[in-house]
């Protein structure tokens, strides 16, 4: 397993990534949260990268495939906790992610789930 903890809250599952992750739990990550989704008929997924001073491309791919991923299983995806150095960095870098949708906190991500409506930021 990747080692990143997935909390269900009442049919939203709550990932924290706390450390900087290689690209093979990455992969393992977003293996884990499909099948969690599946486990716990989970309607909402945040993904919070608050500690993250970087997010490469690989891990930005990966990201817009869980959602893609989730999406297909009947959950929505928000990642929250984005940092301004990496919100740049991935406009710096033309990452184009359509869909993916963020919010500022997990708060803010559990209210853009609960009313459903569009996301505060969606990249295209």
Aim: charged share 20%; net charge negative; no cysteine.
């Amino acid at each position: 397993m990747s080692g990143v903890p997935v909390i269900n809250l009442h049919g939203v599952l709550l990932v924290t990534i706390q450390d900087e992750l290689l690209d093979y739990s990455v992969t393992e990550l977003q293996q884990q949260i499909t099948e969690q989704v599946v486990e716990h008929q989970a309607r909402g997924v945040l993904i919070d990268i608050s500690v993250l001073d970087v997010v490469d491309s690989f891990l930005a791919k990966t990201l817009h495939d869980i959602a893609a991923a989730t999406s297909l299983l009947a959950a929505k995806t928000v990642v929250v906790g984005m940092r301004p150095a990496v919100a740049i960095t991935l406009v710096e870098l033309g990452l184009v992610l359509p869909g993916l949708r963020t919010a500022l906190s997990v708060e803010a991500g559990l209210a853009l789930l609960r009313h459903d409506g569009p996301a505060r930021t969606e990249l295209r």
